[in-house]
């Protein structure tokens, strides 16, 4: 099967583990598209934002991360609302975030790893930080 839905390129596809399982896509444009493996068209179109370089699925959370190249990091859930919006800022220390590169969720925890093209990596998280 060959999906040809996208107006722009495909950042990433991503084929869910469940038995119903869904293919997820996701392109530049911002189109999050939804598939049945039977189907022969998408089931569901989110739209996020434009200029996306990055998508990751968190496989047991109903969540995804979107970044972008314009220094933005948006989380959202299964029904395409807006969980988090992670942004950059300019303060006393600089720039906190750079164009997004790449994004990872931890397996287990609700834990996102971002690579940027400034040559940093974070760690974002749901929960406090203990001192």
Known sequence: MTYREHG???????LQKETDGHIISVS???DVRFFEPRSPDSVNV???VKGLTALDIHP????FA???MNQFIAVYNANGDVISNIKYYDGFMGQRIGAI?????HPHWPHLAVGSNDYYMSIYSAEKRLR
């Open 28 to 30: 530049v444009n911002g």
């Open 8 to 14: 722009a390129w495909v950042v990433k596809a991503h």
């Open 46 to 48: 989110l739209q996020t």
């Open 66 to 68: 979107c970044g972008s």
């Open 101 to 105: 590169s790449c994004l990872a969720f």
């Open 60 to 63: 047991q959370a109903n969540l």
